[in-house]
């Protein structure tokens, strides 16, 4: 990694699912089985995976646009039920845990912006291994959800860090729309949630299609 003189950014901060872990897949599927327990149109998988990264209820309102509103704790209910009974198989995408400890080791302040709840981060964290790797954490339910700013703009506060010298990295539009509101620059993952074609409109500064090309683009510009 890069010198500290020589450092673009000081503040590295990751999107969760789609970005370091490898959940889309079991995200989008339990969406559909949700739908398909209350009888509404079942998403496609495109559909399905766009929402990932927003808030549970804006997911809901997206993927179930025909039920009233009083049911969307019931879909989310049914949702969660079907994700949590697969939680287990998510992995790390591979070298991410590597690429973090060799950040964290390089001086970089680390930290995870989620569309998970605090609840749903801290378990993923423990089971996988990455408590205490993060400098701050922001998610969904403790203020405003991607791709509004606000997530971003308090974890470079809690930090200390500017803007200039933030960097946000994602595999969704929500994602790049959620740095450049908050004035911070953005590389968009291709690996994940989010077509490249659709990341490449919001022209982050790079679209890595993996972890090592990520690793790569890190230590040449980061």
């Known amino acids: 990694m890069r010198d500290a003189p020589s450092r673009r950014f000081d503040l590295i901060v990751f999107d969760w699912d789609g970005t370091l872990v490898d959940s889309t897949t079991l995200i989008s599927e ?3 089985q949700a739908c398909r327990d209350l009888r509404q149109p079942v998403p496609d998988g495109a559909a399905a995976r766009y ?3 927003l808030g549970l209820s804006d997911a809901m309102k997206t993927v179930a646009p025909q039920l009233p509103q009083h049911r969307y704790p019931e879909l989310g209910a049914r949702y969660r039920e ?3 009974a697969r939680e287990t ?3 790390l995408f591979a070298g991410a845990r590597e690429l973090l400890t060799d950040l964290g080791e390089a001086g970089y302040l680390l930290a995870v912006a989620t569309g998970k709840t605090r609840a749903g981060l801290a378990r993923s964290m423990a ?3 990455l408590d205490g790797v993060f400098h701050a954490t922001r998610c969904a339910d403790e203020g405003l959800p991607k791709p509004h700013p606000d997530m971003l703009l308090h974890l470079m506060d809690r930090l200390a860090v500017e803007p200039h010298v933030t960097l ?3 595999d969704t539009t929500h994602d790049l729309d959620l740095a450049q509101g908050a004035g911070a620059s953005c590389v ?3 690996y994940g949630a989010h077509p490249p074609e659709e990341l490449a409109r919001r022209v982050p500064l790079a679209t890595v299609h993996s972890v ?3 690793r790569d683009w890190l230590e040449r510009h980061a």
């Open 89 to 91: 198989e998510i992995p």
């Open 168 to 170: 946000m990295i994602g």
């Open 82 to 84: 079907h994700y949590l």
């Open 127 to 129: 089971r996988i291994g």
């Open 51 to 53: 929402v990932i990264g």
């Open 188 to 190: 968009a993952v291709a």
């Open 30 to 32: 339990a969406l559909q």
């Open 212 to 214: 090592p090309e990520l």
